[in-house]
């Protein structure tokens, strides 16, 4: 039988959990970022390749193209934030998620163009979208933790003496 203790959440370590809330908001941040991406093209009159989301050379500002891309990333932080507060709900944990896809994001490009990002505008763009997904995130959780608890009644609706 377990001890019980006066803290508000259970703060015990539990690495399936943990994995599984990973693996989900990549998913889940993936898919929404292609279909994003799937729309945005599709107004640019563009291909539609993986080469838009892991290609670090097709963040630029010359062409509408470019653009989309940054619009379609900036986006997806904004449903990532949503997301997150979705899967996880705890503000503690939105800067480890966020940051966690984005290193993973990282590592996947990395690993697509063989070769380190080197473009400044990638670097930004990353860089802005960890922040906003962030701080978006952390909103959304702040605003959920800090609903009022309702203590005035009971089970069955009658008044707590206090």
């Not at 697509?112 to 909103?139: D, H, K, Q, R």
Request: charged residues 15%; contains cysteine; aromatic residues 14%.
């Amino acid at each position: 039988m377990k001890k019980l203790t006066g803290t508000f959440r259970n703060t015990q370590w539990d690495p399936y959990l943990l994995v599984a809330q990973i693996v989900a908001m990549q998913a889940l941040l993936y898919v929404s970022l292609g279909t994003i991406m799937y729309v945005m093209d599709f107004f640019a009159e563009a291909n539609h390749t993986l080469d838009h989301i892991f290609e670090y050379h097709e963040i630029h500002v010359t062409d509408l193209g470019g653009r989309l891309v940054i619009v379609a990333f900036i986006l997806n932080s904004l449903v990532g934030a949503g997301v997150l507060w979705f899967v996880v709900r705890r503000t503690k944990l939105c800067l480890d998620f966020s940051f966690t896809f984005h290193f993973t994001h990282l590592v996947i490009c990395w690993w697509y163009n063989e070769a380190f990002p080197s473009t400044i505008g990638w670097w930004m763009l990353n860089a802005v979208c960890a922040a906003l997904m962030c701080v978006c995130s952390e909103f959304l959780c702040l605003k959920t933790e800090l609903k009022e608890i309702p203590v005035g009644y009971t089970a069955l609706n009658n008044k707590v003496d206090l």
